[in-house]
């Protein structure tokens, strides 16, 4: 039984930074790919970054390019989404995700696990 596990979020203010993690159990990760996704009240999930466990080959929405990178740590089996300049466009839930099959998928529906979410809220 796969399991993801967030932690990180919090209350920052416009121009702060957070960190995400996500520890990943259950399973051998290698080739995998992890996800990170948000979800604002209101609004469908969206893709935000994604990381293949194998490589560190990465990929992300435009709306995070430049602020947010997204890391991994084998040995730890966590996933990281170091958010830097965050905006209060940025608030909402924050999902990690893993897919076994698929390289950099970025909809929901391509991941197969999900953790519970993280709250990160950007106000003043």
């Known amino acids: 039984q796969v399991r993801l596990a967030e932690s990180g979020g919090g209350l920052v203010q416009p121009g702060g930074s957070l960190r995400l993690s996500c520890v990943a159990s259950?399973?051998?990760?290698?080739?995998?790919?992890m996800g990170w996704f948000r979800q604002a009240p209101g609004k469908d999930r969206e893709f935000v970054a994604a990381?293949?466990?194998?490589?560190?080959?990465?990929r992300y929405a435009d709306s995070v390019k430049g602020r947010f990178t997204i890391s991994r740590d084998n040995a730890e089996a966590t996933v990281y989404l170091q958010m830097n300049s965050l905006k209060p466009e940025d608030t909402a839930l924050y999902y990690c995700?893993?897919?076994?099959?698929?390289?950099?998928?970025?909809?929901?529906?391509?991941?197969?696990?999900w953790g519970q979410g993280t709250q990160v809220t950007v106000s003043s």
């Open positions: 995700a893993a897919d076994p099959l698929r390289v950099l998928p970025t909809t929901p529906r391509e991941y197969r696990y």
């Open positions: 990381v293949t466990w194998s490589s560190g080959s990465t």
């Open positions: 259950g399973r051998t990760f290698s080739r995998y790919t």
